[in-house]
């Protein structure tokens, strides 16, 4: 793990680090600075009290929901200090710079139940954390858009159970934590339920909130809630690097037919994307497909999705 994070540490080039010679890092998160109103007020927010009990959240984009903090003893499992200092700067001057005009907001992954839980028990653990934490930081210093991570901690007494193999020998493992940033968490799937619920405005006002994004990257398993809007790699789960080049590669162990290999990533997403049927029955962007320009942007988007895997 020490490791891990020197190898981390040590991509910050000499000019960067010259650059946050000349900033004024905080020593707190009282220090930071955040939006009088946050962006996400003017969408439906669910303020159901019952925050905790996984259901179906109708007519809302958004639920409040508190943070549950692990129990026992915490260390601070790795910290990637180009994130902390580059985009939070230990704040987030980075996000409320006039010069830059970015905006990150962090995310807890493994901080307690929410409505979204389905049949988990909102927690991470410690390994898929690690993975998580080292993959999405080496993606960014590959030049891969991705969301970022910032800090890990660890529990030594929160224990959580896992079937690791899913051969129904379950294990306990220690429970952790991730601090990730990204520049917004809206997903494909954001749209696409509000459109399977027939809940047209709340759609309609998510749409309009985020009309200039795009959509669209590889990953191992694309699925709607697995595809951002912005285009940058999300949600970690069973990702792969390929050590020599094999174009059946399959990083996903569930993935037994090879849906989602390495062959298949450009055909993946595009492939629903220009299925009309799918857009008039279920796709949020369904108006698009009647535009003239439709067929000429989704050969476009094969294209390029093609030439980044061949870059590979």
């Known amino acids: 793990m020490k490791r891990a994070f020197c190898v981390l540490a040590a991509l910050r080039t000499e000019q960067k680090q010259s650059l946050l010679g000349n900033m004024v890092l905080k020593s707190n998160f009282k220090e930071w600075k955040f939006r009088s ?12 009290p019952e925050y905790n009990v996984p259901t179906a959240v109708k007519d809302a984009v958004f639920s409040k929901v508190p943070t549950e903090p692990l129990a026992g003893t915490l260390h601070l499992v790795c910290a990637s200090d180009d994130a902390l200092t580059d985009l939070l ?24 139940e929410t409505p979204y839980s389905r049949f988990g028990d909102g927690r991470a653990v410690l390994r898929s954390s690690v993975r998580e934490m080292v993959a999405s930081e080496a993606c960014h210093h590959l030049g891969i858009p991705t969301t970022r991570a910032a800090a890990l901690v660890v529990s ?12 129904g020998r379950a294990k306990q493992e220690r429970a952790a934590i991730v601090m990730r ?16 619920r027939r809940e ?23 699925n709607t809630d697995n595809i951002s809007l912005l285009g940058v790699t999300i ?17 996903n162990t569930s993935d037994d037919m090879g849906r989602y290999a390495f062959n298949k990533q450009p055909e993946v997403e595009p492939q629903h994307l ?39």
């Open 274 to 312: 220009s299925d009309k049927t799918v857009l008039e029955t279920k796709w949020s962007l369904s108006k698009l497909s009647g535009v003239p320009a439709w067929d000429k942007w989704v050969e476009s988007y094969q294209d390029r999705l093609k030439k980044e895997n061949g870059n590979i």
């Open 37 to 48: 109103t946050p962006n996400y007020a003017a969408l439906p927010i669910d303020e159901n």
């Open 200 to 222: 047209p405005h709340t759609l309609k006002l998510l749409t309009d909130f985020i009309i200039k994004v795009s959509l669209g990257f590889t990953h191992g398993v694309l």
């Open 89 to 112: 700067d230990l704040h987030p001057s980075v996000a409320e710079s006039e010069d830059k005009g970015e905006s990150w907001q962090p995310q807890l992954k493994g901080s307690g």
């Open 235 to 251: 949600d970690y789960g069973p990702y792969g690097f390929i050590d020599h080049y094999y174009h059946h590669y399959v990083p």
């Open 181 to 196: 940033l990204a520049n917004a968490w809206y997903r494909i799937g954001s749209l696409e339920i509000l459109l399977k």
């Open 156 to 167: 030594d007494d929160h224990k959580v159970w896992r079937d690791k193999t899913y051969s």
